[in-house]
């Protein structure tokens, strides 16, 4: 089990760390690398507080799905908060580090960025991924 940061160190990291890192790495420019279509259903591993969850919901669109798995709470209430204010009903969270309880072969794209390098458990949610993306899926 990965170990979550204190609900201070998410706060600073919300706060001040990611809007430094999106100044630096704009996240619309990160997600310009990937094709995300309406209808696609798309997992955004380790969503921390949605800064490519939202942007991801709405370039799948209604007929689309994301799930956003985080192993902090905090960072799925901010996502949830934030799938409301701009109307999102297609945004669904996952509390875990590594279980994502989804079907096999189901998801068009994972979205997996600045995470890997903090599990504990690498092999686990790799094997985990592979299982639940479908075989001409993109990761």
Do not use: W
């Not at 798995?69 to 905090?74: A, C």
């Not at 996502?79 to 996952?94: C, L, Q, S, Y």
């Not at 890997?116 to 690498?122: A, D, K, P, S, T």
């Amino acid at each position: 089990m990965e170990k979550k940061m204190s609900n201070f160190a998410f706060r600073m990291m919300k706060n001040v760390g990611m809007p430094i890192r999106n100044l630096l790495m704009p996240p619309d420019k990160i997600l310009s690398e990937v094709e995300i279509k309406p209808g696609y259903k798309v997992l955004d591993f380790g969503c921390g507080p949605g800064i490519f969850t939202i942007p991801i919901a709405e370039k799948t669109g209604q007929s689309g799905l994301v799930y956003a798995l985080d192993i902090h709470s905090l960072a799925l209430k901010a996502v949830e908060e934030k799938a409301e204010k701009e109307g999102h009903a297609n945004i669904k969270t996952i509390l875990s580090s590594c279980s994502t309880s989804l079907s096999d072969n189901c998801l068009d794209i994972i979205i997996f960025f600045d995470v890997y390098h903090v599990l504990n458990n690498q092999k686990e949610v790799l094997r985990e991924l592979h299982r639940v993306l479908k075989p001409e899926a993109i990761m």
